[in-house]
Each structure stands twice: as C-alpha cells, then as structure tokens.
C-alpha cells in the first residue's frame, strides 16, 4: 500500500511559478509509475503530467507541455511537479496519483493510490 501527500499549493499570479511534491510512504515507492492530475471546480479530473517509475520516461498534457515539469526522487520517496508560466486556467486541486501500468497513465481508473490533493489557485 501506498499513501501519498501532497504539499505546495498556493495563490500565485498569472507568469509565476510554484513547486508542488507529493511524498509517498512505504517500500514499493519505486515500483509504481507517479503521476500528477487536477480538477478545477465544475471540470472532471484532467491529467497532467506521469513519470514512469525508473524517472527516465515522461508525459504531458498538450495544455502543460513546455511549461510544466514531473520529476521523481526515488531514494527519498518523492514526486514533484514544477510549475512555470502559470496561467488562470491552471486554477484547479493538483492530485498525485501511483499506477502500475504505463500505457494506462493518462487514465485516472488505472491509478490504485490517491492523495488528497492541494489547491492551486493563479490570478490574473
């Protein structure tokens, strides 16, 4: 089993940047692929970012590309999503999630573990 906690929202204007980690417990961190989601109020649960579970491989909603960063550090059970060139429409909860199956990670239903969330809200 996997918990997960994540921290590093916040209130940030339009072209700033935040950090969000996500820090995960138990022993069985580095077998699951990460992966970073988010829901703004009224929208259904959107992905945002994966990164598989050796770190080498990563992706990317096309809304994020270029802006946005999954990074992992397995020796210290952590996840992180860096977040430059915020813009309005990345208001939303930002969730980190573990899944099992790569080619399933744009898809919430295959993630097994949950965080429960924080809030990231950017003025304009």
């Known amino acids: 089993q996997v918990q997960l906690v994540e921290s590093g929202g916040g209130l940030v204007q339009a072209g700033g940047s935040l950090r969000l980690s996500c820090a995960a417990s138990?022993?069985?961190?580095?077998?699951?692929?990460m992966g970073w989601f988010r829901q703004a109020p009224g929208k259904e649960r959107e992905f945002v970012a994966a990164i598989i579970l050796s770190g080498a491989t990563t992706l990317y909603a096309d809304s994020v590309k270029g802006r946005f960063t999954i990074s992992r550090d397995n020796a210290k059970n952590m996840v992180y999503l860096q977040m430059n060139s915020l813009e309005p429409e990345d208001t939303a909860v930002y969730y980190c999630a573990a899944n099992r199956l790569w080619n399933g990670v744009r898809t919430g239903s295959t993630y097994a573990y949950w965080g429960q969330g924080t809030q990231v809200t950017v003025s304009s």
């Open positions: 138990g022993r069985t961190f580095s077998t699951y692929n």
